[in-house]
């Protein structure tokens, strides 16, 4: 009878998939939020082809591995760049408003840009566990990923346009930061490091279902811009 193998635990060490960001954001404008949505619409089409990419890859990855135990290191360094820039956009927009500093439209990590994230490429990745990682061992980090984003809701306004969003935690989060910023023209700092905890550990779980390592995320909410066991990061930008 075969066993679904064991994904590898994460040590006290720093987790493979790594988000950092400055300390703490400082200069940041009280009211440029209330128009970072318009913003960011020219990164949001580019994203839109990029996830499909992605997705696309990330189904030749797993059949790579199946066969060869290797990610392939083209594909990895795609996917991390997708979901590095995804990060950046996130970081400058609604998922913490952690800096003006439009981001790059790059792939590549940018040293001087406020924020980054990283993978460490896996030299083998089990076969088995490729089968199973994606889907029946982050099926518990889905769940508390699904409570951090919220349940996807739609409204309409009063000329009939629909609009769709998510409100959880980690939304409810922001928009606390977003009013003490437009009144009091800084960040909470207790809530920029529990917002950078919770995108840490969305982030963590999206490498792993990526297949991009096999060590299984922490329960474990590593709050703040520097990664468990690493140095803090200065304020930049």
């Known amino acids: 009878m075969s066993t679904i193998p064991p994904a590898p635990a994460a040590s006290a060490e720093t987790y493979p998939a790594r988000l950092t960001a400055q300390a703490r954001p400082s200069a940041l404008s009280p009211a440029l939020w209330l128009v970072k949505w318009l913003l960011i619409v020219p990164h949001v089409v580019v994203l839109a082809f990029l ?3 992605f997705a696309l890859l990330t189904v030749v990855a797993f059949f790579a591995i ?7 290191r083209g594909i ?4 991390v760049g997708v979901l590095r820039w995804t990060w950046r956009v996130a970081y400058y927009s609604y998922s913490a408003l952690g800096t003006d ?6 792939l590549a990590e940018v040293p001087d840009y406020p924020t980054s994230f990283t993978v460490a490429y896996p030299q083998r990745l089990s076969r088995g566990l490729v089968l199973v990682k994606w ?3 982050a099926i518990p980090h889905y769940i508390v990923v699904g409570l951090l984003m919220g349940p996807q809701v739609a409204w309409q306004d009063v000329d009939g346009t629909r609009y769709e969003g998510q409100i959880g935690l980690l ?8 009013v003490v910023l437009l009144f ?5 700092g207790g809530v920029y490091d529990l917002v950078l905890g919770l995108n840490r550990w969305i982030y963590r779980v999206t490498a792993y279902a990526g297949l991009m390592t096999d060590v299984y995320p922490p329960f474990r909410l590593d709050m703040g811009g520097a990664e468990q066991g690493a ?5 930049r930008g």
Not at 101 to 106: A, K, Q, R
Not at 171 to 178: D, E, M, Q, S
Not at 184 to 188: A, H, N, Q
Request: hydrophobic content about 50%; proline content about 12%.
């Open 76 to 79: 990895f360094d795609f996917n």
């Open 101 to 106: 500093v439009y981001p790059p439209f790059t």
């Open 184 to 188: 009091k023209g800084r960040y909470p």
């Open 171 to 178: 939304g409810i989060l922001v928009l606390v930061a977003a």
């Open 51 to 53: 996830w499909s990419a």
């Open 66 to 72: 199946l066969f060869t135990a290797r990610y392939p």
């Open 135 to 137: 889907w029946l061992h």
């Open 231 to 235: 140095v803090a990061d200065s304020p």
